[in-house]
């Protein structure tokens, strides 16, 4: 599976952005869906999941409320829609799919199995 992030930008604090994030060369809607940040220096951190069904999702707690994660199979795409931004919010955002069939999204980095190149995200105050 190859996937393409898109969708960042520049944005005031308040602001939105949609991110979208399509995959290609094998069949996606049987994979979760994941985004990710890194900040400079920082770690990637989890922000989102989705299971292949879009029956169920996940949130780190400083988006909870804010973002909502979203994926239409029939495009091959999961969404991440990013209302309030706040300046922490900056980043490279990646998102990421993982096709271990495990009944539940995962947190964690390491489960996922194919990753996007990132797309820049930077809330100004």
């Known amino acids: 599976v190859q996937l393409q992030a898109s969708g960042g930008g520049l944005v005031q604090a308040g602001g939105s952005l949609r991110l979208s994030c399509a995959a290609s060369?094998?069949?996606?809607?049987?994979?979760?869906g994941g985004w990710f940040r890194q900040a400079l220096g920082k770690e990637r951190e989890f922000v989102a999941a989705i299971s292949w069904s879009a029956g169920s999702t996940d949130y780190a707690d400083s988006v909870q409320g804010r973002f909502t994660i979203s994926r239409d199979n029939a495009k091959n795409t999961v969404y991440l829609q990013m209302n309030g931004l706040k300046p922490e919010d900056t980043a490279v955002y990646y998102c990421?799919?993982?096709?271990?069939?495990?009944?539940?999204?995962?947190?964690?980095?390491?489960?996922?199995?194919?990753w996007g190149q990132g797309t820049q995200v930077t809330v100004s105050s």
């Open positions: 060369g094998r069949a996606f809607d049987n994979h979760h």
């Open positions: 990421a799919a993982d096709d271990s069939r495990n009944p539940r999204v995962s947190t964690h980095k390491g489960r996922y199995d194919y």
